[in-house]
């Protein structure tokens, strides 16, 4: 069984972290545990709010309305509370980086065996495409079935595809992993250039 992310009640003291460094509404909060570990973890909703609930009653923190948004400020309590379990929160610190190591080890081994599923299956779809050429009397000599030749090109650019994806999730896990920043002007500039690049597939299958 894969162990969680956070020990029993680590998750409720670092959002009090996240707090103690800015006021953040819950959707901000997500976002900056997921840059925490590198994309490789993500908690959803409804971890995070049941405890923000419970942080808010328990006076540790304090909710405003900012528009639609909810904004999360810690409190003199939550701070004092952070204070006091100082050494917790260092562990917890440490939780989280063998946590980021362990999450991006899993997404590598997940990777490396999806990869090797595919060319299995592209050696096996090959295999067949010979063997079913060798039955069948070609057209001619020198054209090959085009439904066949389709498969192989499709799976062919999957594969591409797959690298394409395992090689920039490892390049932006690298860049967060070193300590540098991954700004909201970097994922903007970083859509604008995977929706060119799908622009341009588009263009050359229209061709």
Do not use: W
Not at 7 to 13: A, F, K, N, T, V
Not at 149 to 155: D, E, G, P, V
């Amino acid at each position: 069984m894969t162990p969680p992310v956070f020990s029993h009640g680590s998750l409720r003291l670092y959002l009090l972290k996240l707090l103690d460094e800015t006021p953040r509404h819950g959707y901000e909060l997500i976002q900056a545990l997921g840059d925490r570990f590198g994309g490789t973890y993500s908690p959803s909703a409804g971890t995070i709010y049941p405890r923000l609930a419970k942080l808010e009653e328990e006076g540790l923190v304090t909710k405003a309305s900012d528009g639609r948004k909810t904004v999360y400020r810690i409190t003199d309590a939550g701070r004092a509370e952070l204070a006091a379990r100082g050494d917790e929160l260092g562990r917890v610190e440490s939780e989280v980086t063998d946590s980021v190591r362990r999450l991006a080890h899993e997404v590598r081994s997940d990777v490396t065996t999806a990869m090797k599923s595919l060319k299995a299956e592209l050696a096996s779809a090959a295999r067949d495409a010979r063997e079913s050429a060798s039955r069948v009397p070609p057209v001619s000599s020198t054209t090959p079935d085009d439904r066949t030749t389709s498969r192989l090109a499709l799976q062919d650019a999957e594969l591409a595809l797959n690298v394409f994806r395992h090689d920039t999730r490892a390049a932006l896990r690298t860049h967060i992993g070193s300590g540098r920043s991954f700004t909201s002007a970097q994922l903007a500039e970083l859509r604008i250039e995977l929706e060119r690049a799908a622009t341009s597939i588009k263009r050359i299958l229209t061709h």
